[in-house]
């Protein structure tokens, strides 16, 4: 009993075993293929580009399109150079006739290096070989390219732009398309144009009338450009003294940042200090506002009691007291009044 309990356990374990299996292998196959690893044995080769902009570490190394190695390292050279050390497999052995081309794998600029077969005698290069600048070109200048067809871009539909500027690149670059393809599609694109045609006569209508507004205003623009032209001819004269006033502009601002750094130990307690004293005039309010208002008088007499020199004259001009005698319990209360003009 106990030898069938262990029959039926062990069957369903080996089932999940290699449904677990299968499917590492399968999740790992999958996951190779999609970050293109290969296993296969790989040789290293450098290139040298007169410039190699957008080109990253990891872009695909192709030869007809099909991958067959990766940029493993840029470097400069002799200042004005860059060279790209690459991988091949080693069943794709490069010749020393064997060119290496940047191109453009996506409109986002994404970049690979295409490795093309020249005229030669069929010498293997050996691993470690350099492909001269002789037989590089770097990328096509996909920036000026698309500038000269912005006018016509700025007219055009995202998606009819995206096809145009793919079927240029591929053409300019050799690959894929023809001239008869890319002339289709720009005849698709100037026929769009032409059904714009309203929409770009109101535009031309609307810049002759801004041009319009100028020219009545000629006199004004004019003399705004000229008092533009001084002022640059102004600034372009004095531009040595505004040189020299920068130089002491930073350092009077070094000057102050190492005084404001030195006192500002000093000037966190000063603020302290003056924040509790702001405090208690706020609380003591009342007693601050009358002392302000006696302030004045009190002033006067005392300007007037030190007028005679520097000292101040006191006289006794009233007096009273009480007086308690002891056991009779009698109270005396002595006055004194003194009946002088200074008194009064």
Not at 174 to 194: I, K
């Amino acid at each position: 009993m106990r030898t069938t309990r262990a029959d039926a356990t062990a069957a369903p374990l080996i089932k999940f075993s290699l449904f677990g299996l299968v499917t590492v292998l399968a999740t790992a196959l999958l996951a190779a293929t999609i970050v293109n690893v290969s296993f296969a044995p790989e040789d290293s080769y450098r290139a040298v580009f007169t410039d190699v902009t957008s080109l990253e570490e990891g872009d695909d190394i192709r030869v007809a399109g099909v991958r067959v190695g990766e940029v493993r390292d840029i470097a400069i050279r002799e200042r004005t150079r860059a060279e790209v050390t690459f991988t091949v497999r080693r069943d794709r052995p490069l010749l020393t006739s064997t060119g290496a081309v940047i191109r453009y794998r996506s409109l986002v600029g994404s970049r690979y290096v295409a490795l093309t077969e020249g005229a030669g005698d069929g010498t293997r290069l050996k691993p470690g070989g350099v492909i001269p600048l002789s037989r590089t070109k770097p990328a096509l200048d996909l920036d000026a390219l698309l500038g000269g067809f912005k006018p016509l871009f700025a007219a055009l539909s995202p998606e009819d732009v995206n096809r145009l500027a793919t079927e240029i690149i591929k053409t300019l670059q050799g690959e894929g398309g023809t001239v008869d393809s890319l002339l289709a599609h720009t005849a698709s694109l100037t026929t769009t144009l032409a059904d714009r045609d309203e929409l770009i006569g109101s535009v031309i209508d609307n810049l002759n009338t801004v041009l319009a507004t100028l020219d009545k205003r000629d006199a004004r623009f004019s003399g705004l450009l000229k008092q533009l032209q001084r002022l640059i001819s102004g600034l372009s004269a004095d531009r040595k003294p505004i040189g020299a006033s920068l130089a002491g502009i930073d350092g009077l601002a070094a000057a102050t940042s190492g005084l404001l750094e030195d006192a500002r130990p000093a000037l966190r307690d000063d603020i302290a200090e003056l924040t509790e004293l702001t405090g208690t005039l706020n609380r003591n309010e009342k007693t601050v506002e009358g002392v302000l208002q006696r302030l004045p008088d009190k002033l006067d007499k005392l300007t007037g009691t030190a007028s005679y020199g520097s000292w101040f004259n006191f006289y006794l001009c009233d007096f009273d007291g009480r007086i308690v005698l002891p056991r009779t319990g009698e109270v005396l209360t002595p006055e004194l009044r003194v009946a002088r003009a200074r008194c009064s």
